[in-house]
Each structure stands twice: as C-alpha cells, then as structure tokens.
C-alpha cells in the first residue's frame, strides 16, 4: 500500500484500506503474493538482531568493569547496542526496500 502511490497510474492498485489490500491480494494476485518481500525482511531482521543481541551483554559486562552507576551502563550499552544494530542492518534495510518497491 506504501509504494503504491509510487507506480504509474497505469499499474497502481488503489486499495483504499487494509482490509481492501488483504481481500484483493489473494483474489487478484494469488495468496503466495500476501508474502512477496518476506525474505528482505527476514534476512534483515536477522542481521538487526544479531548486531542487538551480540554487543548488549558484552558491552555491560565491560562498561560495569569501569562504570559503577547502574544505570549509565543500562544507557551506555544500549546505545552501542543499537548503534551497532543500526549500522549491521542498513545495507540489508536499503536492498530490502529496493526489492520490495
């Protein structure tokens, strides 16, 4: 629905709603076409969470070493968390974003 209002008029689909899309998709293009795009989006959520889940304890098990208030480390390795997270899945989110367009 987002990039549909990208296409030429010729091929724009004009749903008007949610649940017009989810009536339309299966009867128009097939039900396989409900999952068009999945993989992008999986193989990206992949690289998201494994950039997350990698550093977060890693860099509070190092950080607690030299910082003594609690909640400075909570702050201070969530954001190398998310900033490493952030930068493991741009290349997968701009390829995704492509494919599904």
Do not use: C
């Not at 008007?16 to 068009?36: C, D, H, M, V, Y």
């Not at 950080?63 to 954001?79: D, E, G, P, Q, R």
């Amino acid at each position: 629905m987002q990039s549909d209002a990208t296409l030429e008029a010729a091929k724009r689909r004009n749903y008007t709603s949610f649940f017009n899309a989810a009536k339309r998709i299966p009867t128009e293009e097939g039900i396989t076409a409900l999952w068009a795009g999945g993989v992008p989006t999986i193989i990206r959520a992949m690289a998201l969470n494994l950039g997350m889940f990698t550093t977060y304890e890693e860099s509070k098990e190092r950080l607690a070493k030299h910082i003594a208030n609690k909640n400075a480390v909570f702050l201070a390795s969530s954001t190398i968390s998310g900033a490493v997270a952030a930068t493991m899945s741009l290349p997968f989110d701009n390829a995704k974003t492509k494919l599904q367009a």
